[in-house]
């Protein structure tokens, strides 16, 4: 399967649509839908296609008459498509595009978000699972097309992962692009996108930034502009330093939790031959596992490191914060996304850079030992993936492919840095300054050497990476509304 860049205008409109359901929650109007998109959109001669879930939420409230499920009753629930946010637009729809790689997008996981994108740019909304995801509310025939352990059954290692290839977020531009054209034959008008992406929803709204700008009406993002041009070893000297500081912050907060994280891993490194416990959903906590959170971290610390075993959180949640048995292409793809073209391979960087700093993360060496006693902090290291998470999350038929995807080097171009420095649709960012997934010098280069055209907002320092789903009202008061005061954001640029 060839790895040539995608042709961005031979995109053919997504084929066979369908209408799943209407949408059961009843603060929300809505409809499930079903798209078919070639599996290879680099590739004309491949004739394998896969299908994707998506749902269109075009109002509030459960109608007492619903549109009916069909062409008609869609372009009915799209409405007029007019947007007093893009006002050269004649047609605009509202697409939210969640973080990630791996994670699906379902529509109302955080109501707010949903309430308040409707609310602002006054079209309706479409989220769209990206490929090898599915929401647990699709048809259950959608299930096949769920990337999970046992996906490639039959194939080889180095055929998984030429697969795998086709799963980042150029072949994600390509399949919105795909149902968009499918939406304008239906609805026979030019139906422009307005993108919001939130952490790596940004990455993909850059991609379709750079290859289809006509096709879009406007961009916003939150927490997540890429770190073009930068290699994933750039990418994660930056991280671990922000991480390094965010785990001095935990332990100043709790600094009986030093000896507590020594005591849970030697408990872990001493069970089962050294592979840990099993948690109910297959993943295993080793001594190696990581958490999120510093009163999530902290609560879990404070309850291994007194009942061990019997702890009842471990019975109730996936204390590892990742879910890779949920979301496997997240740790397959997490480092790939960072290779922005011919001659980058990623090669474990996130591994590598972590030993390199073995005054602080001297855990990630082979020859660490987790049973010598306590020999200082032990520090967390956020979202890295590493080569031994896979197998700890009984990833098998995924370990050898991934170790081939990480010496590829041929990876399709993801930006164009030439048509992103002439960008002429309205773009906006909201940079969190002490974000410890999306570097903020990293992010502030892309605006200053990448995207001059970008209006991009320091955020308040208090706010997280992923506010948008905790306090999505005042995100949107700074990111759409430009309500900088109310909230004591900066304005940092605009040209």
């Keep these: 399967m060839p790895t040539k860049s995608i042709n961005w205008h031979a995109i053919n409109a997504a084929s066979d649509h369908g209408f799943l359901a209407h949408g059961d929650n009843p603060k929300f109007r809505s409809m499930r839908i079903k798209f078919r998109v070639p599996l290879a959109h680099n590739d004309p001669q491949c004739n394998e296609t896969i299908q994707l879930h998506a749902e269109l939420v075009y109002g ?3 109608s007492q008459t619903k549109y009916d499920l069909s062409d008609g009753g869609l372009v009915k629930s799209l409405g007029s498509l007019t947007s007093p946010r893009c006002p050269d637009s004649s047609s605009t729809l509202a697409v939210y595009l969640c973080g990630g790689p791996g994670s699906d997008n379902p529509a109302f996981a955080h109501e707010e978000l949903t309430r308040n994108l409707l609310d602002r740019i006054k079209t309706p909304v479409l989220y769209l699972d990206y490929r090898g995801t599915v929401s647990k509310k699709a048809d259950a025939q959608l299930s096949e097309y769920r990337i999970t352990n046992s996906s490639f059954k039959g194939l080889s290692s180095k055929q998984v992962a030429q697969r795998l290839m086709l799963y980042r977020q150029d072949s994600i531009v390509a399949d919105f692009e795909a149902v968009r ?26 991609t379709y930034l750079s290859f289809l700008p006509k096709s879009l009406a406007r961009v916003w993002i939150t927490g997540g502009m890429p770190p073009i041009g930068k290699t994933p070893e750039v990418v994660y000297k930056a991280l671990f330093e922000r991480v390094a500081h965010m785990n001095e912050l935990y332990y100043n907060e709790y600094p009986k939790d030093k000896d507590n994280v020594w005591k849970i891993v030697k408990f872990l490194a ?18 190696r596992g990581g958490e999120a959170g510093f009163k999530k971290v902290h609560a879990h610390v404070e309850g291994l490191a007194t009942k061990g075993k019997n702890y009842k959180g471990l019975n109730s949640e996936d204390i590892t914060g990742f879910k890779l048995t949920e979301r496997p292409l997240y740790a397959v793809l997490h480092e790939s996304i960072y290779c922005c073209g011919p001659g980058v391979a990623s090669k474990w960087a996130a591994q590598r850079v972590g030993r390199g700093i073995p005054e602080k993360f001297s855990w990630l060496k082979e020859t660490f030992d987790f049973t010598a006693g306590s020999l200082g902090k032990l520090y967390f290291s956020g979202e890295m993936i590493y080569d031994f998470m896979l197998r700890d999350a009984d990833l098998t038929g995924l370990v050898e492919p991934s170790e081939i995807l990480a ?40 605006v200053k050497t990448i995207v001059p055209s970008c209006v991009a907002i320091r ?7 992923n506010n948008v789903k905790i306090k999505a009202t005042d995100v949107f008061d700074v990111l759409i509304d430009g309500k900088l005061q109310k909230h004591s954001a900066t304005l940092l640029q605009t040209l």
């Excluded at 609805?187 to 919001?196: E, G």
């Excluded at 001493?270 to 959903?281: F, H, M, S, T, Y």
């Excluded at 955020?459 to 990476?465: F, G, L, S, V």
């Design 407 to 446: 010496e590829i080097e041929d990876w399709p171009e993801l930006y164009d840095t030439n048509a992103l420095k002439e960008n002429p649709v309205p773009l906006t960012a909201l940079i969190y300054p002490k974000d410890m997934y999306v570097d903020v010098k990293l992010s502030w280069e892309t």
């Design 459 to 465: 955020a308040p320092d208090a706010w997280p990476h």
């Design 181 to 206: 054209l499918c939406l304008n034959k239906l609805s026979q008008r030019d139906i422009k996108f307005a993108l919001v992406g939130q952490s790596f929803g940004g990455w993909i709204a850059m």
């Design 60 to 62: 509030h409230g459960q």
């Design 270 to 287: 001493n069970e089962d031959g050294g592979n840990g416990i099993r948690l109910p959903n297959g993943q295993r906590l080793t001594a």
